[in-house]
């Protein structure tokens, strides 16, 4: 690929954001609550061999599936999101979150029999020095299950594409996964799945495409070839076995450093990275999905999808924690290239 060729793609994203405006993205998965304490290291803690983090900042952010949901606003588009949460205090404050970035709680399923996913992160600078999770990963209920079903199908008649957002914290099991798939090829609505490395490739069985990263390629792939080595030059087989197991023509597979693998239709098509600065990948699968689905809704070629998903990414990768993509950020950095 030639940089004329990546230049001139580069223009046509930018003059043509405006497509992705209003578009409408139904978003079903695993949501969290992320809290950033941060602050300073300055000595060892005397009860034992671990630093002392001296607090100066707390800070709250959509997590999991509600960091795609933001990112879906930021760049311009409208998103319904249906996800589970817990009857406790952290439910109250992802609603609260929700509602500041001008994004509709109204279909949060509270579930008295799981806590909200909380994933709390210690930071000095931009370095990590533990995370703490609370959450469950049991199954839904059957009645909380029907009634994630119910507001699905009441709300996919009225959005343009799909989003399954797995996490593996027992929202999406088989059934479910299957059922909002099949609901949605039968209205003629594109499902992208961001995919969990340990489920079952069944789960994901007929839906448009995945977008799985380095790691969980790898371990899907070796669901239908176990014999796969661990080397980028086998990443072709990868994405093969991957659209194998989903029974589909297309599959995205994203290397961090090296850029991105698109498989479509019988080609193969590596597209360039265009981070310049990499402090945090952190949720930077969520930035990749949510530009993706924004891109195909406004009708774009899956290539531009990927080039869209990519400069996303890279405004994102450039800052500490989960953070969201804005438009005006993303023109910035797609005229600096």
Known sequence: MTKQTIKHTAQWVCEHLGDLKNKKVLVVGDIGLDIYLMGDVKRLSPEAPVPILDVQKEDARLGLAANVAHNIQTLGGQCHLISVVGEDLAAKDLQDLLKKHSLSSFDLIADAGRPTTRKMRLLTGQHHLARVDFEKQHALSEKIKNLVLERIQKVLPTVDIVILQDYAKGMLDWELAQQLIKKSNELGK?????????????????????????????????????????????????????????HSEQMVVTLGSQGMKLFEKGSVQALPTFAQTVFDVTGAGDTVIAAMALALAAGWSLEKACYLANFAAGVVVGKVGCVPCEISELVAFIQKH
């Open 190 to 246: 594109k499902v992208l799945v961001d995919p969990y490395r340990s489920t079952s490739l069944t789960h994901y069985k007929e839906a448009y495409l995945m977008t799985p990263n380095k790691e969980e390629s790898w371990a899907l792939a070796r669901q239908m070839e176990p014999q796969i080595p661990d080397t980028l030059e086998a990443v072709d087989a990868v994405g093969k076995a991957l659209m194998k197991g989903i």
